[in-house]
């Protein structure tokens, strides 16, 4: 299971995004995690140096073994507790109301089944607790919409599974999640059938 290729070049794909604002857009939502926080799909632990003090628990989840050894290599290095699970989204083996905080950063767009994964992250934080979000995402350009469709299948193939063409945030709107905000932007240094990103908040009401 997972895809050992695409783990060991993650990293490196992804640098030039990184440095071109990314790393900097992950920093400024993550500085906004509270206490007991989940991260869903964390990978190999790019936003592992972006959570603060005022995170008093962290757990990782991340179904593909590959990239959960590069990650669980990242986490041995990082100074502070922090419990790695690998487990795919749409089951997380958590209790129910235990998280403040849930973390998915480039996530939605890879996972199987999109609502049963945000029922679980739902499920998983305690009433009021919040989601803090940065996924790339359907394009609002009939143009570009028409290539993302075309070229689902083999960007998938490329790229460890993702979907380009996903509308996450009305996925959002149709959970049990309540969308607090969203700003939409663009993914630096990205090819174009995943530069449309959208970054926010949703809630768990009580």
Known sequence: MGNPFFAAVYDRLMASTERAGLAERRAALIADARGAT??????????????????TELVLTEPDPHMARRLRSRVADAGRPV??????????P???????TAVVTLVLCTVTEPAQALAE???VL?????????????????????WQDRLERPWGWIA??????RDTVGSLDASALRVESVE????PKAPPLVKPLVAGVAVRDA
């Open 83 to 92: 419990e790695v699970v690998e487990a795919p989204a749409e089951r997380l």
């Open 160 to 165: 460890g599974g993702c979907h380009p063409n």
């Open 94 to 100: 958590l209790e129910d109301a235990r998280f403040d």
């Open 121 to 123: 992250i739902a499920r």
């Open 38 to 55: 989940l991260e869903v799909g964390a990978g190999t632990g790019l936003n592992l140096r972006h959570y603060p003090d005022a995170v």
């Open 184 to 187: 939409r932007g663009e993914m």
């Open 126 to 146: 305690k009433p009021g607790g919040r989601l803090l979000f940065i996924e790339h995402v359907r394009a609002d350009a009939s143009g570009l919409v028409r």
